[in-house]
């Protein structure tokens, strides 16, 4: 996992795009983040530092955007999501389609974390499944070491 590596909206610096629009896509590769890096080492150090690293550049971004302070910007725009959430930032307003609401930016800490353990190579950790796999298992070794026996 690379840190240096920013959300693609923070890097180019579009300062005309919509918050909205901005915060509705960085949760969504954050959510994809959370779902590829659940299995990996040392899972909720990193998910902590990414959440810092997305908290100050989405800050700086709306500083820059805005051309306010950037303590000004937290004391409006930094909120618990829920009761018993973590202080983020939640921007209210209207994004580019026309819907009209809260959205808060999304924390990686509070994703699904998993041990990963090899398993039979039928089975993908990444893909959650409900139902059981059937797979065809060719006995021919089986089959041919009764057959010399014989």
Partial sequence: M???REPSELRAANYGMNRMDLM????RQLAGWAAFYQFTDFTATMFRKLDRAVFWKFGYWLARRYRRGFRSLMREYIRAPEP????TWVLHGQN???WYGAVALRRLVTS???QFRWRSPSENPYILR???RST???RHADVAFAMSNA
């Fill in 84 to 87: 018993g959430q973590t202080k």
């Fill in 112 to 114: 699904r974390k998993g």
């Fill in 96 to 98: 580019s389609r026309g």
């Fill in 2 to 4: 690379q840190l240096e």
């Fill in 24 to 27: 509705e896509s960085l949760n």
């Fill in 136 to 138: 065809i298992e060719s």
């Fill in 130 to 132: 409900d139902e059981k």
